[in-house]
């Protein structure tokens, strides 16, 4: 790896975390690309990226974050069902589902949920605008369909932003929380990983690991910004038909 894939991966980190195109599936896909190894300094370069991008999250909702002590109740109730079933199932989804064709599937199944769920989803007056006063057993439900996203290729932002959208939220709000879920779940999540392969930081690949940061906290910001505001007037069908496109696409490549 070197400064110019650093640069690459932290933009397609900070890009795709956020919208919901799942950015493990792009990750991989990318790597590849690249001819990048999946080796010890990935691992933890994939993490710090990571944590930039969770930061942009933080950046935009301090405000939030820090007045409201139930938000956190909420999102701690709907980051339990994915890191219950994360530590079981961690090892066997890396070693079995971490491959192209499993993302390129994902994608293509994914992508068709999205358009058929926003195809008959009606937003009503009646539906949540707050994330703030979602209900706990929302809120694990929720979690549950972030869950799904275990699985490469099926993206957290999407599988968690139509649990949302079917329990009864506003697209925004559902999206917001899906935003907000984001910092338990990918601090859990990276802190596990960082433990792991803290060894194999050092002074030669440090400059890297900054740069990825950067790109990923930057991009990031900006994804959600734009994401934020184009959902106002916007479904997610553009993103499910490019799912299902750059699913095909790479299904054909990689075979």
């Known amino acids: ?13 900070g890009i795709t975390e956020f919208l919901p195109i ?14 990048l190894q999946q080796n010890s300094f990935e691992k933890i370069f994939e993490i710090v990226i990571q944590l930039g991008a969770i930061l942009a999250v933080v950046f935009i909702y301090k405000d939030r974050l820090i007045k409201s002590i139930e938000l956190w109740k909420k999102l701690l109730a709907a980051f339990i069902p994915t890191g219950i079933l994360g530590l079981l199932f961690h090892k066997f989804i890396e070693e079995k589902l971490f491959n192209p064709f499993v993302v390129s599937v994902m994608l293509i199944v994914w992508g068709i949920v999205f358009i058929v769920v926003e195809l008959l989803y009606k937003e009503k007056e009646h539906h949540l605008k707050d994330p703030e006063k979602i209900s706990y057993l929302k809120a694990i439900g929720i979690g549950l369909f972030q869950s799904l996203a275990m699985i ?39 802190g596990f990983e960082l433990m ?12 890297m690991l900054l740069v990825g940061f950067l790109t990923a906290l930057i991009s ?4 959600v910004k734009w994401l934020l505001n184009y959902i106002k007037n916007h479904t997610f069908i553009p993103f499910g038909i490019y799912r299902i ?6 299904l054909l490549f990689f075979l």
Request: overall charge positive; aromatic content about 6%.
């Open 196 to 207: 792991k392969n803290f060894h194999s930081i050092n002074a030669n690949n440090s400059i």
């Open 245 to 250: 496109l750059v699913g095909i696409t790479f």
């Open 152 to 190: 490469p290729g099926t993206s957290r932002s999407g599988s968690t932003i139509i649990g949302g959208m079917l329990l009864g939220m506003k697209r925004t709000a559902a999206t917001e929380f899906s935003f907000l879920l984001a910092i338990p779940t990918m601090l859990a999540a990276t």
């Open 22 to 35: 799942s950015s493990t599936g792009h990750m991989i896909l990318v790597s590849k690309l690249l001819g």
């Open 220 to 223: 990031a910001f900006l994804a």
């Open 1 to 13: 790896m070197n400064i110019v894939d650093s640069i690459i991966l932290g933009v397609v980190e």
